[in-house]
């Protein structure tokens, strides 16, 4: 009985639909009426609308707000509406273009009901550029820098940015229906408004403050880097890299522009430079990427096949990988390992030839060009970026090369063993080839190692530790005069505070002992004073107690600067010691002093030990800082490199040249190697 039932529901219900769709079709009337809105806009704004939608015969679907540049549509909002006879509110946005004068836009009102008949109706809207009082630089590290405006569109500021600058621009909301405007590269590598745009990459001078600038109507900013390889622009990936991938011809010449290449590796896998700065290039035909390190200045390069990385064909044409430890590449602070996808191109360079050059160095510490480890060696070649294919036979060649490397099993190349299994060294600066020959076929190739230079490579001089002082009073002796720096600073950095210790004054003949680095690190290295010095500090003693990072860089530490050490109208100089330093080693010293004062007071530095080096610093006078600010706010002195004298000793003294009271409030060292007395 239950199932007959069902079966007569069935039916009833089958009957029903066909009934339904025996009725006449209804198209429906949508209707709007216009009730509130702008006809007038900024380009940047949410235009408010309001529409007042019916329909009495359908049910309604979408309202949409659609608006029109000329033909083109460049914004879109959508609406659903459900109950006819009622107002539906929204807004539009006014997309903000370059180039893109005052003028006049579509508004276009689409209605649409469930059987999508549908009624249009259109409003013109009158726009314009809003005129921005300000623009604001946002850094990576969201640092926002005031852009004042200059002229009509035009914006700036200057300071003491990075030499690679990455940061975005950002407007205030103008009018009652502004929006916050954000500028950076797009995906197409344009300067674009929008949410999701990526940094802007500035270039400037790191020594000295520059300019930024930003025209609000023709997106134009400075300063850019804009580096052409062989012609084209390459592509700006980040603040320090760019790009371009391209075919290049064996023996091309080739012209960079946009980049200053005095002091820029090249890499002899790939290049030459010439006596007039072009580059020759020297593989075999084909498609490569090139990409530019502006930070670490040289140019990494990767044979490509289409839009992908190249790999070792079955004909012996293509690229070759190289892995493993004790090779690199710019030099040997940049191992390959073996970690997958970390492998290095080996170029083409004749047919079915491939070659790796570079001179041998330390493990560590090595400069570019040093890419052999002279004391060990265990790479291996593959065909492709990572773990695959790879050869099953090699041999060495009869060149030389045998009393050189060998081959283990596994086709690692290694360095030649001694009596006692132990690697035999290469020579230490000179420059070594590494080529592979398949001429014979893939599974027939040939290994050669030879030494193709002799000489000695001399590395770039490198910091290997700073040191930072804060002279100044003790808290605990002088309560109120001046508190020692707190370690860590907001730098990550520490300090040694050298403070007084009989009241007002750090009495001679004082040690401070047990100095240690930037890193928290002892050293061996201690400050003794040669003379009485007087101290004061921050509380009505005239340091600087705002010091701008962005003048003084990593000195802008407020207890540091804030007191100082100081020699009296009485004195004619005062000085102190370093000693137990490293006498194969150089030392540069950045002084800084600084007193709030009208009067003028300039010192001189002197810096001696086993040579000399002098120099000026004011550190008060009327204006000295800038209008109205009358006291040292930026000015650094920076020494050359001073080496120690015989007995491990510099002697810092502090003169005067001008005025009563000659400070010194802060001091950095930087200890280098590599560098030449």
Same mark, same amino acid.
């Given at each position: 009985?239950?199932?007959?039932?069902?079966?007569?529901?069935? /039916?009833?219900?089958? /009957?029903?639909?066909?009934?339904?769709?025996?009725?006449?079709?209804?198209?429906?009337?949508?209707?709007?009426?216009?009730?509130?809105?702008?006809?007038?806009?900024?380009?940047?704004?949410?235009?408010?609308?309001?529409?007042?939608?019916?329909?009495?015969?359908?049910?309604?679907?979408?309202?949409?707000?659609?608006?029109?540049?000329?033909?083109?549509? &460049?914004?879109?909002?959508?609406?659903?509406?459900?109950?006819?006879?009622?107002?539906?509110?929204?807004?539009?946005?006014?997309?903000?273009?370059?180039?893109?004068?005052?003028?006049?836009?579509?508004?276009?009102?689409?209605?649409?009901?469930?059987?999508?008949?549908?009624?249009?109706?259109?409003?013109?809207?009158?726009?314009?550029?809003?005129?921005?009082?300000?623009?604001?630089?946002?850094?990576?590290?969201?640092?926002?820098?005031?852009?004042?405006?200059?002229?009509?569109?035009?914006?700036?500021?200057?300071?003491?940015?990075?030499?690679?600058?990455?940061?975005?621009?950002?407007?205030?909301?103008?009018?009652?229906?502004?929006?916050?405007?954000?500028?950076?590269?797009?995906?197409?590598?344009?300067?674009?408004?929008?949410?999701?745009?990526?940094?802007?990459?500035?270039?400037?001078?790191?020594?000295?403050?520059?300019?930024?600038?930003?025209?609000?109507?023709?997106?134009?900013?400075?300063?850019?880097?804009?580096?052409?390889?062989?012609?084209?622009?390459?592509?700006?990936?980040?603040?320090?890299?760019?790009?371009?991938?391209?075919?290049?011809?064996?023996?091309?010449?080739?012209?960079?522009?946009?980049?200053?290449?005095?002091?820029?590796?090249?890499?002899?896998?790939?290049?030459?430079?010439?006596?007039?700065?072009?580059?020759?290039?020297?593989?075999?035909?084909?498609?490569?990427?090139?990409?530019?390190?502006?930070?670490?200045?040289?140019?990494?390069?990767?044979?490509?096949?289409?839009?992908?990385?190249?790999?070792?064909?079955?004909?012996?044409?293509?690229?070759?990988?190289?892995?493993?430890?004790? &090779?690199?590449?710019?030099?040997?602070?940049? #191992?390959?390992?073996?970690?997958?996808?970390?492998?290095?191109?080996?170029?083409?360079?004749?047919?079915?030839?491939?070659?790796?050059?570079?001179?041998?160095?330390?493990?560590?510490?090595?400069?570019?060009?040093?890419?052999?480890?002279?004391?060990?060696?265990?790479?291996?070649?593959?065909? $492709?970026?990572?773990?695959?294919?790879?050869?099953?036979?090699?041999?060495?060649?009869?060149?030389?090369?045998?009393?050189?490397?060998?081959?283990?099993?596994?086709?690692?190349?290694?360095?030649?063993?001694?009596?006692?299994?132990?690697?035999?060294?290469?020579?230490?600066?000179?420059?070594?080839?590494?080529?592979?020959?398949?001429?014979?076929?893939?599974?027939?190739?040939?290994?050669?190692?030879?030494?193709?230079?002799?000489?000695?490579?001399?590395?770039?001089?490198?910091?290997? $530790?700073?040191?930072?002082?804060?002279?100044?009073?003790?808290?605990?002796?002088?309560? +109120?005069?001046?508190?020692?720096?707190?370690?860590?600073?907001?730098?990550?950095?520490?300090?040694?505070?050298?403070?007084?210790?009989? +009241?007002?004054?750090?009495?001679?003949?004082?040690?401070?002992?047990?100095?240690?680095?930037?890193?928290?690190?002892?050293?061996?290295?201690?400050?003794?004073?040669?003379?009485?010095?007087?101290?004061? +500090?921050?509380?009505?003693?005239?340091?600087?107690? #705002?010091?701008?990072?962005?003048?003084?860089?990593? /000195?802008?530490?407020?207890?540091?600067?804030?007191?100082?050490?100081?020699?009296?109208?009485?004195?004619?100089?005062?000085?102190?010691?370093?000693?137990?330093?490293?006498?194969?080693?150089?030392?540069?010293?950045?002084?800084?002093?600084?007193?709030?004062?009208?009067?003028?007071?300039?010192?001189?530095?002197?810096?001696?030990?086993?040579?000399?080096? #002098?120099?000026?610093?004011?550190?008060?006078?009327?204006?000295? +800082?800038?209008?109205?600010?009358?006291?040292?706010? #930026?000015?650094?002195?920076?020494?050359?490199?001073?080496?120690?004298?015989?007995?491990?000793?510099?002697?810092?003294?502090?003169?005067?040249?001008?005025?009563?009271?000659?400070?010194?409030?802060?001091?950095?060292?930087?200890?280098?190697?590599?560098?030449?007395?």
């Amino acid at each position: 009985m239950k199932k007959s039932i069902y079966i007569i529901l069935a /039916l009833i219900g089958i /009957l029903g639909m066909n009934s339904c769709s025996d009725d006449e079709y209804l198209a429906g009337n949508p209707d709007m009426e216009f009730i509130a809105g702008k006809v007038s806009a900024l380009y940047g704004d949410s235009l408010p609308f309001t529409i007042k939608a019916s329909d009495v015969e359908v049910p309604l679907s979408t309202l949409k707000a659609k608006l029109f540049y000329g033909e083109e549509q &460049v914004s879109e909002t959508v609406i659903r509406t459900k109950t006819s006879g009622s107002d539906y509110t929204g807004k539009v946005f006014i997309p903000y273009y370059p180039n893109v004068i005052d003028g006049r836009a579509t508004l276009k009102f689409v209605l649409q009901n469930i059987h999508f008949t549908i009624t249009e109706m259109e409003q013109e809207v009158v726009l314009s550029r809003p005129d921005f009082p300000y623009v604001t630089l946002v850094d990576e590290m969201g640092e926002e820098y005031l852009m004042k405006k200059k002229s009509l569109y035009n914006y700036g500021v200057t300071g003491k940015f990075p030499q690679d600058l990455k940061a975005y621009i950002k407007t205030p909301k103008v009018g009652e229906n502004g929006n916050e405007l954000t500028f950076g590269w797009d995906n197409d590598n344009l300067l674009s408004e929008g949410k999701n745009v990526n940094p802007i990459t500035f270039s400037g001078t790191a020594s000295e403050p520059y300019e930024v600038t930003f025209n609000a109507l023709t997106y134009e900013v400075t300063p850019l880097v804009n580096v052409l390889f062989d012609g084209e622009k390459m592509t700006a990936q980040d603040a320090n890299t760019y790009l371009i991938q391209k075919s290049f011809t064996q023996g091309q010449s080739i012209v960079v522009t946009g980049i200053d290449m005095n002091g820029w590796w090249i890499n002899p896998d790939y290049f030459k430079k010439e006596s007039n700065g072009t580059l020759t290039f020297l593989p075999v035909d084909g498609k490569y990427r090139v990409v530019a390190n502006m930070k670490q200045k040289y140019f990494g390069i990767t044979r490509m096949d289409g839009d992908k990385e190249a790999g070792l064909s079955d004909t012996g044409h293509g690229a070759l990988w190289l892995m493993g430890w004790g &090779v690199g590449s710019p030099s040997m602070d940049f #191992q390959f390992g073996w970690d997958a996808g970390s492998n290095y191109c080996v170029p083409e360079i004749s047919s079915k030839k491939y070659q790796f050059i570079g001179t041998t160095g330390p493990e560590h510490n090595s400069v570019f060009g040093q890419r052999f480890r002279y004391d060990y060696i265990s790479a291996k070649f593959f065909f $492709q970026n990572g773990y695959g294919g790879e050869f099953s036979q090699l041999t060495l060649a009869d060149d030389g090369t045998k009393s050189l490397i060998r081959l283990t099993d596994s086709k690692n190349i290694e360095l030649l063993l001694d009596g006692n299994d132990k690697p035999i060294p290469l020579e230490e600066g000179a420059t070594y080839a590494l080529t592979v020959d398949l001429s014979a076929g893939n599974d027939k190739g040939v290994v050669s190692f030879k030494k193709i230079s002799d000489g000695e490579v001399k590395p770039e001089p490198a910091v290997v $530790q700073t040191l930072y002082f804060d002279f100044g009073s003790s808290s605990a002796t002088s309560p +109120g005069k001046g508190d020692p720096t707190v370690n860590p600073d907001d730098n990550g950095n520490y300090w040694n505070n050298i403070t007084n210790n009989n +009241g007002n004054y750090a009495n001679a003949g004082t040690v401070y002992g047990s100095l240690f680095n930037s890193e928290n690190t002892p050293t061996a290295y201690a400050l003794t004073l040669n003379s009485r010095f007087t101290i004061n +500090g921050a509380s009505g003693g005239g340091g600087l107690l #705002q010091p701008d990072k962005d003048l003084l860089d990593d /000195l802008a530490v407020a207890t540091a600067t804030g007191d100082y050490f100081f020699m009296e109208k009485s004195e004619d100089n005062s000085s102190f010691t370093f000693s137990n330093l490293d006498k194969n080693k150089g030392y540069k010293f950045y002084a800084f002093g600084s007193r709030l004062a009208t009067q003028v007071r300039t010192a001189i530095y002197i810096i001696s030990g086993e040579n000399t080096d #002098q120099g000026e610093l004011q550190a008060a006078g009327t204006n000295c +800082g800038g209008t109205g600010i009358n006291q040292n706010i #930026q000015n650094v002195y920076a020494s050359e490199v001073i080496f120690p004298d015989e007995n491990g000793e510099i002697k810092f003294t502090v003169s005067r040249k001008e005025g009563d009271y000659i400070p010194l409030n802060v001091l950095k060292i930087e200890e280098y190697t590599n560098v030449e007395k």
